[in-house]
Each structure stands twice: as structure tokens, then as C-alpha cells.
């Protein structure tokens, strides 16, 4: 099968920082996109930054100029470096990523578990 298995976040004061981590195991062919979404109590799952294979990037303008997606292939890994943190970038953190199984010829989305990241005032 597949995993996606998230490391970091935590509770921070405004304006700190924190580092998101994504590592992909398991009967992976390829990944093409991977990406992070959040999710803040009441409000819908929206796109924070993704990164295609080739390293290209795409950011919410909520984050731009704080935040920075990046991915190591070898490692199947991608991070989140999120600095200049504000309160309203409170939610859970998803990892994403779009990639084919072994088994099968077809591309999918895949989820990691959740990272709840808290910004304090």
C-alpha cells in the first residue's frame, strides 16, 4: 500500500516559524504533484503551496513571501518551511500527493493524516 506520514508542527508564538514534513513509502511507481492543504475549524480545505516533479511551485497569496514548499525525490519527501507565522494560519495541515501505485497504471490522491499548527497572538 501507500502512506504519507506528516512530522512538525506544533504551537507557535506570531511571527515564528515552523517546518512541515511529508515522507511518501510504499508501492509508489511515481509522484508527480505533491502539495499541502489546510483546514481551519469551519472554513473548507484549501491549497496552501504545491510542487510539481520538475520543482515547480504554486502558492496561496495568503502565503506568499512566508511560506516556501520544497521536495527531496530520492527521499519521496516533502517540506513546508512556514516563517512570519500569523494567528490566522491556525488549522490542520494535510500533505498531498498525486501519484501511481505500483499496481496500477492510473494516478491518485493520497492524504497524510493531519498536522495541527497553532499560531498564538
Known amino acids: 500500500q501507500v502512506q504519507l506520514v506528516e512530522s512538525g508542527g506544533g504551537l507557535v508564538q506570531a511571527g515564528g516559524s515552523l517546518r512541515l514534513s511529508c515522507a511518501a513509502s510504499?508501492?509508489?511507481?511515481?509522484?508527480?504533484?505533491m502539495g499541502w492543504y489546510r483546514q481551519a475549524p469551519g472554513k473548507q480545505r484549501e491549497l496552501v503551496a504545491d510542487i510539481t516533479s520538475g520543482g515547480s511551485t504554486n502558492y496561496a497569496d495568503s502565503v506568499k513571501g512566508r511560506f516556501t514548499i520544497s521536495r527531496d525525490n530520492a527521499k519521496k519527501t516533502v517540506y513546508l518551511q512556514m516563517n512570519s507565522l500569523k494567528p490566522e494560519d491556525t488549522a490542520v495541515y494535510y500533505c498531498n500527493a498525486r501519484l501511481r501505485p505500483q499496481w496500477n497504471s492510473r494516478e491518485y490522491d493520497y492524504w497524510g493524516q493531519g498536522a495541527q499548527v497553532t499560531v498564538s497572538s
Open positions: 510504499g508501492r509508489i511507481f511515481s509522484i508527480n504533484t
